[in-house]
């Protein structure tokens, strides 16, 4: 059986999907980037401050689902340009002190609304 996971601490889908999907104790969360949740608009400033809100969206979607960011096994990052890599990398590891789930990271020719992040999880209950 698959559950939609939807949270109003994260931006509303700007698209056919749902910000998550949880399928037995798998959770499978979209991308995040960083739209304010309130307003829907992409953030102001670089991609330090883009991931910030891109993993704090992931966490509101995570916690609609009862789990938390230490429930991550899996994330890829999409940044727009693979300079950006030390300074978004820099900001994941903040939110990832205590776990540090497998990760890939790959350069995109474009992000959705400009945005220059954007980051998807698999998390596990």
Do not use: H, W
């Amino acid at each position: 059986m698959m559950e939609a996971i939807y949270s109003s601490g994260a931006p509303a889908p700007i698209g056919p999907y749902s910000q998550a999907i949880r399928s037995g104790g798998d959770l499978y969360c979209s991308g995040q980037i960083a739209l304010d949740p309130q307003t829907g608009d992409l953030i102001a400033g670089g991609v330090s401050e883009q991931t910030d809100r891109a993993l704090r969206n992931l966490a509101a979607v995570l916690e609609a689902a009862g789990m938390d960011l230490g429930n991550v096994v899996k994330t890829t990052i999409f940044l727009a340009d693979m300079n950006d890599f030390a300074a978004a990398n820099a900001v994941y590891a903040r939110y990832f002190e205590r776990t540090k789930p497998a990760r890939s990271t790959v350069a995109v020719a474009a992000l959705p609304k400009g945005a220059r992040v954007e980051i998807e999880a698999l998390a596990r209950a």
